[in-house]
């Protein structure tokens, strides 16, 4: 059985920093390329940055320079450490993974995170 299960979110306030974690299993993590993507109330649900198999990350323009994603084969975990935080980061955040050549795709639950004054 497949699982992704996030952790780490809740209340900061502005410029504050938080990191999430995702743990999965049921999946051969070292070869998903892994993602975090968000969805604020009455939004669509966006990507915010992924990590490949071989370690090429990528972020939304929004949270570059404030994001970093990284991922612990040994531990089969993939992070987000969020920097900066900012009102408008506030949304739920989703872990994903993806191997595309097989078109596997798994998603967590997904984790709130609330950045207030």
């Known amino acids: 059985q497949v699982q992704l299960v996030e952790s780490g979110g809740g209340l900061v306030q502005p410029g504050g920093s938080l990191r999430l974690s995702c743990v999965t299993s049921g999946i051969t993590f070292r070869v998903y390329d892994m993602g975090w993507y968000r969805q604020a109330p009455g939004k669509q649900r966006d990507l915010v940055a992924t990590?490949?198999?071989?370690?090429?990350?990528y972020y939304a323009d929004s949270v570059k320079g404030r994001f970093t994603v990284s991922r612990d084969n040994a531990k089969n975990t993939v992070y987000l450490q969020m920097d900066s935080l900012k009102p408008e980061d506030t949304a739920v955040y989703y872990c994903?993974?993806?191997?595309?050549?097989?078109?596997?795709?798994?998603w967590g639950p997904g984790i709130q995170v609330t950045v207030f004054s």
């Open positions: 994903n993974a993806n191997w595309a050549r097989v078109q596997n795709d798994f």
């Open positions: 990590i490949s198999i071989d370690d090429k990350t």
